[in-house]
Each structure stands twice: as C-alpha cells, then as structure tokens.
C-alpha cells in the first residue's frame, strides 16, 4: 500500500482515561512525521476545556470516560469545531454506541485491539478523506443498512402528509407498540434523536403524548393499519416510553378478585 500523504501536520488531541493506553496512543502519534500530538487529556471536563482553548485538526477519543461519555466530547467538538476530523478509539462494539457516535459527527471507529501502527494508519486514512472503521464495526453497520433498506421496499415506510419521510416511518413505529429503543434501533438511530423527531410529530399533529398522535393520524388517514392489530414490532426491548404521560400503563380492572383470606387454606379449583 502506498503510503499516504498529508498536505500539513495534523494537531491530534487525545482523550484517554487509561494512562497506559494514553501514553502509547501519544507515541505512536509522535512516532509519525506527518502528525503532531496537540494534548492528552483523562476526562469529559478537562477535553471540552481543551477544545475551547486550542486549535485542533483531529480528536481521537475514548467513550468510556471517568466523569462522563466520549459521545460528549464528539459533540462538543462538532459545535466548536466542525472541520476537526472525529475518531472513536475504543473497546465497545455495540451498536447502539456506533451509531450514536457515527451521527453525533464521528468519521472512523476502531477498536483498541487493533495495534498502535493501525491506529496510526487509520488516522492518515481519516486525514485522506476516509472513514476507517474496524471490519467487525462495518459489518454490523452493513447489517443494520440492509435491514432498514428491506423494510423501506417492503413499503412499510411511506412520507405521509405533512411528516417528513423519518418522521413517517418513527409514527408508524410506534403507533406499531415500538419502544422508542427499539424504533432507534430498527432506523439506525439513537433513542435521542427519536425523541427529538417524536416531539416534532407532536408539534405537527398538535398533540402531547403518543396515544394522541396515534388517534389524531388515524383520524387524518396518515396511518394503514391497526395499532391494535398482530402486527406488532416483536420482542420490543423496552417498556413503551413517552414524552408525555398519557394515563396509566396498567390500569387495574373494574373488578378484582379478592384475596384469600386465609393464607393456610387454599383457594377451592373449580
């Protein structure tokens, strides 16, 4: 592979809570010519200090952090600084995290099992104009895209009226009895940005909670099917959450049975 080369040097900021990991992450980075290490920091609150006080043009951080989230940091620096390259270095492959970083403004994600020239290697291919993600990350994304892309020419998702296409599909969702972990994970997206889109259908249709958005898309004709109906998303991985309390999840019935009275004898078998 020819080796690819950079028009300047690149200021790396590393986050890292693990001094060992920091200290060979910031030898590598000092090993190659073409990259600068900027500063190291150990924690959310010392690396969004440091985004406000130095210029950057690449942040490899770490999610798991002693006093907070890397998805912070990535954030932050999205906000501050939107032409710094992001990268994710770190020990989780799930893919809820993937994704929350990926949207939050990361371009790469590598696992720290890959070795320290890798890791090098994947920051000058971030620098090129890639996107370097470790081949078990890109799996699990591939999967992810296929499955949304086999709901969308099955025609379950269509722009309704007045919705944008997301906001069609995350109404139909839930009014399907998705939970809006499970909606984020159906669409590639994180629970936030769900919640995000919910209050904007909300808005939309005038109403506050998600039973009252089901009826008032029934009674507009925005929706195809029957929420009450079988076909219900399966194995829903969260109680039904909600912007708004709409009413008790369980309401007890109008005519319980009463409890034996006599614990030692028990209740006659009809």
Known sequence: M???????????????????????????????????????????????????????????????????????????????????????????????????CLEAGASGYVLKEAGHADIVRAILDLRAGGSPISPLIARKVLARMRSTRSLEDDGLFTEMPGLTRRESAILELISRG??????????????????????????????????????????????RFDPDSDAKLANSDAPNSDLANSGPANPEPANPEPANPDPARPDKMG
């Open 2 to 100: 020819l080796p690819i080369a950079l028009s300047r040097d690149c200021r790396v900021m590393v986050v890292e809570d693990d001094v060992v990991t920091r200290r060979l992450l910031c030898n590598a980075i000092d090993l190659e010519p073409s990259l600068t290490l900027a500063s190291a920091f150990g924690s959310v609150t010392a690396a969004l200090q440091g985004l406000e006080q130095e210029a950057i043009e690449l942040l490899l951080t770490d999610l798991g952090l002693p006093d907070g989230s890397g998805l912070e940091v990535i954030r932050h620096c999205r906000r501050v600084a939107p032409a710094v390259d992001i990268m994710v270095i770190t020990m989780s492959s799930e893919e809820t995290q993937v994704f929350a």
């Open 178 to 223: 998705g939970s809006f972990a499970k909606v984020a994970d159906v669409l590639c997206l994180s629970v936030s940005t769900v919640q995000t889109h919910v209050k904007r259908i909300y808005g939309k249709l005038s109403v506050h909670s998600r039973s009252e958005a089901i009826f008032e898309a029934h009674r507009r004709g925005l929706l």
